[in-house]
């Protein structure tokens, strides 16, 4: 086959697998769907669409209702199905991309599909940024880092994203803090882009707004950014259907901080217990998930699903041997969870 480019040939897949498990903790989803009475109200505005016309080109709409929330140039803001192809067209526009090891596969894989040159500043010790190391790696181009981090549940402080976006600003780069699971830190790093074009904020619903299956996420950037990330994608990529369904949740927000506050102290009840353990070992988190450092993350994972619970092995990415990930799910999940977890009996 010589149809592609080379670059793509032997190119390896995205990791993951489905698994069918009944307790499933493998994609830091949220365990509840969308409360039953907004849902009935997505549907209504569903049905009132003309499903044979063409949604607007860039979901305007949409994109006005989020300047406002956040105070942000209408510009600014990019719709997408999924902050996986922002992901995705900020690598294509990107001149090279600088990522953490770990971090989201997804920044790596989106960087080798594109074809753009690439490059992975370690973590160090206790998963801390290596500051001192990204400070003179960022040179240009975009810089994936997503805050809270994922595998790992890190936030990394203040201070050092302010460093490292003063540097984007004298590099001529972007800084893309990739905000997947702020509600569960609390966290908001749009002050830091509304002073500076040179950061830009990765937004995702499918996580505390517990809409993983419907695909939707942004980006707050300047207007430059936003304007160069819009061409890339291809154009009416927003589906109508999706845009009346995130109308219904912009206007009745509440259920995600609930979510949010449920799973924030079901986490740390969990972290508790999962401390007591004599050789399994969880990392604070602030996120929805614990990566936990086991003596076999491939014993463990195969232990739990036999119980009928399914995490998700990190122990591949350097730096994280013996390492599962689990996603904080129901309260009888996690018991379940926690009783398979004190059960493991190692020889
Ligand atoms: C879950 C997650 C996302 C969300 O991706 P979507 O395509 O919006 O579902 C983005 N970044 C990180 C780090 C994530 O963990």
Redesign the pocket.
């Known amino acids: 086959m010589r149809a592609f480019k080379a670059h793509l040939r032997g190119l390896s897949p995205y990791p993951y697998a489905r698994v069918e498990a009944p307790i499933k903790l493998d994609q830091?989803e949220s365990p509840f769907d969308l409360p039953h009475a907004l849902k009935e109200e997505a549907l209504r505005r569903m049905a009132r669409l003309p499903w044979n016309r063409y949604p607007e080109i860039h979901a305007e709409g949409l994109r006005r209702r989020l300047a406002a929330l956040w105070d942000w140039p209408e510009e600014g803001v990019v719709l997408s199905p999924?902050?996986?192809?922002l992901?995705l067209a900020l690598a294509v526009a990107a001149e090279r991309v600088l990522d953490l090891s770990p971090s989201?596969p997804?920044y790596a894989h989106a960087a080798r599909v594109a074809g753009t040159p690439y490059r992975a500043v370690p973590l160090g010790e206790g998963f801390a940024l290596d500051l001192e190391g990204l400070l003179s790696a960022f040179t240009g181009g975009v810089f994936f880092l997503?805050n809270p981090h994922?595998p790992t549940g890190v936030l990394f402080p203040r201070e050092a994203l302010w460093a490292l976006a003063e540097r984007a600003r004298e590099a001529g780069g972007l800084l893309v803090v990739?905000e997947?699971?702020r509600e569960f830190s609390g966290t908001d790093f749009s002050p830091l882009g509304r002073e500076n074009p040179h950061v830009a904020l990765?937004r995702?619903?499918?996580?505390a707004f517990s809409l993983?299956g419907i695909?939707?996420?942004y980006l707050l950037a300047s207007p430059e950014v936003a304007g160069a990330v819009r061409e890339v994608l291809p154009p009416f990529a927003f589906p109508a259907h999706t845009g009346a369904i995130l109308e219904v949740v912009l206007e009745n927000p509440g259920y995600a901080e609930e979510v949010a506050a449920y799973v924030r102290l079901e986490r740390d009840r969990v972290y508790g217990r999962l401390s007591q353990h004599p050789l399994w070992r969880p990392y604070p988190s602030r996120t929805n998930f614990l990566l936990v450092r086991t003596p076999d993350a491939e014993g463990a994972h195969a232990h739990l699903l036999r119980q009928g619970i399914l995490v998700r092995r990190q122990d591949r990415y350097p730096g994280l041997e013996g390492c599962i990930r689990v996603t904080i799910g129901l309260g009888e999940e996690m018991e379940a969870f926690l009783r398979a977890a004190f059960a493991m009996a190692y020889a």
């Open positions: 830091n999924g902050s996986n192809l992901i989201f997804h997503p994922a990739d997947a699971y990765l995702t619903f499918s996580k993983g695909r939707a996420g």
